[in-house]
């Protein structure tokens, strides 16, 4: 396999999708597939922070076991299963680590642990890498990743349509109804990319669900006035931004209404 898989590095070239984003293209052995390794400088930095943190919370978990083990008498299988349960719980830094559970002399059972190097240094070898699989083979590395990530938009537009939107459940039991109703989630859905482009061109990011949620803070006020005549001046007045939604709006060229007309009115 590793023959094979320096074969196909070889018959490749780096292409930088953007930047700090890279894909090889790498043709299958027998031809009717296409592989395409990717790199993301940002994915492996995550990576590599949620590796470190697992191996760090793991190794106390070990050091807290080895230290139980010594304060009250256990057997290697109870100490075996605690160790097994701790694997578990951290199964991405399991493999980091040879733990072994010995009786020592006088009946007693020691945990101890050491690093495994070679996962260790494969482990910081494949972070922030991934694998992509094609029947499509006359397609280049880019445009293969661009599909790929096409898809991966088309299953958050579904996500955000049922979770941001509320598209479902559905309880019309009218067609027509049904239809208004995916109508209306569409248009919001529509808005919500909007959303995001404007975030985008103002240096906001491309997910516009954070400043959805700072700017949805903004609270509206009915005040009502009496006058002599018996009359009630209603006016529903927009609070002022603070700090952090005014800087927000300033970004996105938007300024809210100082106020809104009351319905009914």
């Given at each position: 396999m590793s023959g094979a898989g320096t074969s196909w590095a070889r018959r490749g070239a780096n292409c930088v999708v953007r930047e700090g984003l890279e894909v090889k293209l790498c043709p299958g052995p027998a031809g009717d597939e296409t592989f395409i390794l990717c790199r993301?400088?940002?994915?492996?930095?995550?990576e590599r922070a949620i590796h470190q943190r697992v191996a760090e919370r793991l190794e106390a978990g070990l050091k807290e076991l080895?230290?139980?083990?010594?304060?009250?008498?256990?057997?290697?299988?109870?100490?075996?299963r605690r160790v097994g349960r701790l694997l578990e719980k951290y199964s991405r830094a399991a493999r980091l680590f040879r733990v072994e559970v010995n009786t020592a002399e006088g009946g007693a059972t020691v945990l101890t642990w050491t690093r495994h190097e070679v996962w260790?240094?494969?482990a910081q070898l494949s972070e922030g890498c991934y694998l992509l699989r094609s029947n499509v083979a006359d397609w280049s590395a880019?445009?293969?990743?661009?599909a790929y990530?096409?898809?991966?938009?088309?299953?958050?537009?579904?996500?955000?349509?049922?979770?941001d939107l509320a598209l479902r459940p559905v309880w019309h039991q009218r067609e027509d109804r049904v239809k208004a109703h995916i109508l209306v989630c569409f248009l919001g859905y529509v808005l919500w990319k909007t959303l995001g482009k404007m975030c985008q061109a103002a240096g906001l990011g491309d997910c516009?669900?954070?400043?959805?949620d700072e700017l949805s803070q903004l609270r509206m006020v009915d005040v009502i006035l009496p006058t002599k005549q018996g009359v009630e001046i209603r006016r529903r007045c927009v609070e002022r931004p603070d700090l952090h939604q005014a800087i927000l709006?300033?970004?996105?060229?938007?300024?809210?209404?100082e106020s809104l007309p009351i319905r009914g009115l």
């Amino acid at each position: 396999m590793s023959g094979a898989g320096t074969s196909w590095a070889r018959r490749g070239a780096n292409c930088v999708v953007r930047e700090g984003l890279e894909v090889k293209l790498c043709p299958g052995p027998a031809g009717d597939e296409t592989f395409i390794l990717c790199r993301s400088a940002e994915r492996r930095e995550k990576e590599r922070a949620i590796h470190q943190r697992v191996a760090e919370r793991l190794e106390a978990g070990l050091k807290e076991l080895a230290a139980s083990c010594g304060a009250h008498p256990v057997t290697v299988a109870q100490a075996e299963r605690r160790v097994g349960r701790l694997l578990e719980k951290y199964s991405r830094a399991a493999r980091l680590f040879r733990v072994e559970v010995n009786t020592a002399e006088g009946g007693a059972t020691v945990l101890t642990w050491t690093r495994h190097e070679v996962w260790n240094e494969w482990a910081q070898l494949s972070e922030g890498c991934y694998l992509l699989r094609s029947n499509v083979a006359d397609w280049s590395a880019e445009e293969l990743w661009k599909a790929y990530i096409q898809l991966t938009e088309a299953e958050a537009a579904f996500r955000i349509q049922k979770s941001d939107l509320a598209l479902r459940p559905v309880w019309h039991q009218r067609e027509d109804r049904v239809k208004a109703h995916i109508l209306v989630c569409f248009l919001g859905y529509v808005l919500w990319k909007t959303l995001g482009k404007m975030c985008q061109a103002a240096g906001l990011g491309d997910c516009p669900r954070k400043v959805f949620d700072e700017l949805s803070q903004l609270r509206m006020v009915d005040v009502i006035l009496p006058t002599k005549q018996g009359v009630e001046i209603r006016r529903r007045c927009v609070e002022r931004p603070d700090l952090h939604q005014a800087i927000l709006l300033q970004r996105l060229g938007m300024r809210p209404p100082e106020s809104l007309p009351i319905r009914g009115l």
